[in-house]
């Protein structure tokens, strides 16, 4: 699943990171950095509760 994040909507807030920061990290400026652009294996819960989680709504995942 390709991991798609909406950058006029995140905030920056590292939600997502806090869930999965093997794939999301929040660099000094407070903008997301996607490790990978795919979920890796064994990671696709992680991903999805982040991406649910994020408050303004600017994750999605896509097949």
């Keep these: 699943m390709k991991i798609i ?3 006029v909507r ?3 807030l590292g939600v997502c990171e806090s869930f999965a920061p093997e794939v999301f990290e929040v660099n000094d400026a407070g903008e997301l ?4 652009g795919t979920v890796p294996d ?3 819960e992680d991903v999805q ?3 649910e ?3 303004s709504e600017a994750l999605r995942l896509e097949r």
Aim: glycine fraction near 10%; charge should be neutral.
């Design 49 to 51: 509760h982040a991406v």
């Design 10 to 12: 995140c905030a920056g």
């Design 53 to 55: 989680s994020c408050p």
């Design 5 to 7: 994040v909406d950058r």
């Design 42 to 44: 064994g990671l696709l």
């Design 33 to 36: 950095v996607l490790c990978t």
